[in-house]
């Protein structure tokens, strides 16, 4: 899903060195964790949703025969795939009853198997928030200002253009990118999801809906300061 969020810094280059050590596949920020130490207690508890046979044969849902699955055709949503037969039951199952150790490792967990060690690994950024970002993307004109920049067109809001001549997601006010000092108050529909700045990730549980809140504890420390705020998207 994409995500609209504001990075509070000082210019462009500043953004990207704050944002990149949330990034996913940075690799600068992985961690190694053996699966062999950290997932021993979570495959004698995981449980999962099974298909359960007549003669024993057990399949976790998503790799049954029988998963029915939708699709989207011409505008509509489409079912397929095969039915459950009457003499098999939907069960919730320890995934132990599938997997062995390593097969939960490596299908369940996407761990890899470290042969020269002989131990299973993922490497990852345990702070890690998205796998795409981009200034403005997919949420154009999101902060009112009394002045600022726009960002380049997403291909998706281009092409919204393009099929909708009167659409204008900027309005009168509305930038991707601004000083602080030029912001307006945010209302409900503009609060964003996250906020990035010097202090770290913040989530909408901090605001909530309270757009007096979110202005006066992230925004108002900043005012004076020489600060810009940016239209972040992201994916995740």
């Given at each position: 899903?994409?995500?609209?969020?504001?990075?509070?810094?000082?210019?462009?280059?500043?953004?990207?060195?704050?944002?990149?050590?949330?990034?996913?596949?940075?690799?600068?920020?992985?961690?190694?964790?053996?699966?062999?130490?950290?997932?021993?207690?979570?495959?004698?508890?995981?449980?999962?949703?099974?298909?359960?046979?007549?003669?024993?044969?057990?399949?976790?849902?998503?790799?049954?025969?029988?998963?029915?699955?939708?699709?989207?055709?011409?505008g509509g949503l489409e079912t397929y795939g095969a039915e459950l037969p009457p003499d098999w039951s939907l069960e919730v199952l320890p995934v132990s009853e599938r997997y062995s150790f390593a097969e939960y490792?490596?299908?369940?967990?996407?761990?890899?198997?470290?042969?020269?060690?002989?131990?299973?690994?993922?490497?990852?950024?345990?702070?890690?928030?998205?796998?795409?970002?981009?200034?403005?993307?997919?949420?154009?004109?999101?902060?009112?200002?009394?002045?600022?920049?726009?960002?380049?067109?997403?291909?998706?809001?281009?092409?919204?253009?393009?099929?909708?001549?009167d659409y204008d997601p900027y309005g009168d006010d509305g930038y991707d990118i601004a000083y602080v000092d030029d912001l307006k108050p945010f209302t409900e529909d503009t609060l964003p999801y996250f906020l990035v700045d010097a202090d770290g990730w913040h989530e909408k549980e901090e605001w909530e809906d309270d757009a007096a809140k979110f202005w006066r504890e992230f925004i108002a420390p900043y005012l004076g300061r020489g600060m810009s705020a940016y239209v972040i998207d992201i994916h995740s």
């Amino acid at each position: 899903m994409h995500y609209y969020g504001i990075c509070i810094c000082e210019d462009e280059r500043g953004l990207w060195d704050m944002l990149r050590q949330y990034d996913e596949n940075d690799e600068d920020f992985f961690v190694e964790e053996i699966g062999e130490e950290a997932c021993a207690e979570s495959y004698r508890t995981d449980t999962a949703r099974f298909h359960v046979g007549p003669n024993g044969d057990k399949y976790i849902i998503w790799e049954s025969p029988y998963l029915m699955r939708t699709r989207l055709v011409d505008g509509g949503l489409e079912t397929y795939g095969a039915e459950l037969p009457p003499d098999w039951s939907l069960e919730v199952l320890p995934v132990s009853e599938r997997y062995s150790f390593a097969e939960y490792l490596e299908k369940y967990k996407g761990y890899e198997f470290d042969a020269e060690r002989n131990v299973h690994v993922s490497r990852y950024n345990p702070n890690g928030k998205y796998d795409y970002v981009r200034i403005g993307g997919r949420w154009p004109g999101k902060l009112a200002a009394t002045d600022g920049e726009r960002a380049e067109e997403c291909w998706e809001v281009a092409q919204h253009r393009k099929r909708h001549p009167d659409y204008d997601p900027y309005g009168d006010d509305g930038y991707d990118i601004a000083y602080v000092d030029d912001l307006k108050p945010f209302t409900e529909d503009t609060l964003p999801y996250f906020l990035v700045d010097a202090d770290g990730w913040h989530e909408k549980e901090e605001w909530e809906d309270d757009a007096a809140k979110f202005w006066r504890e992230f925004i108002a420390p900043y005012l004076g300061r020489g600060m810009s705020a940016y239209v972040i998207d992201i994916h995740s």
